[in-house]
């Protein structure tokens, strides 16, 4: 059984920044992907950012070059940096983790982000 819990959001203004943190507990393994996810109002679910034990990261067009995913494996935790913020990334934010091993899929139970124009 894995658990993530997220943490760090919020309401801001158009430019401003905020910083995501998730932290795991349970069996889970550095080569584990991990990763952001958000789902705004009347839309799906969709990829913000993800990366692997090795550091590989990989973005939505949306948010390439304003925001930086990180991960911290020591400390089983995950991070989104979150710079220049938009209105348009108004969203729930959640945090996903991918077990290799088993092929089962994680979720936190989501962070309001909140960005006023």
């Known amino acids: 059984q894995v658990q993530l819990v997220e943490s760090g959001g919020g309401l801001v203004q158009a430019g401003g920044s905020l910083r995501l943190s998730c932290v795991a507990s349970?069996?889970?393994?550095?080569?584990?992907?991990m990763g952001w996810y958000r789902q705004a109002p009347g839309k799906q679910r969709e990829m913000v950012a993800t990366?692997?034990?090795?550091?590989?990261?990989n973005y939505a067009d949306s948010v390439k070059g304003r925001f930086t995913v990180s991960r911290d494996n020591a400390k089983k935790m995950a991070y989104l940096q979150m710079n220049s913020l938009i209105p348009e990334d108004t969203a729930v934010y959640y945090c996903?983790?991918?077990?290799?091993?088993?092929?089962?899929?994680?979720w936190g139970q989501g962070t309001q982000v909140t960005v006023s124009s």
């Open positions: 996903h983790l991918f077990q290799y091993s088993n092929h089962m899929n994680w």
């Open positions: 349970g069996s889970i393994f550095s080569s584990d992907r």
């Open positions: 990366i692997t034990s090795g550091s590989n990261t």
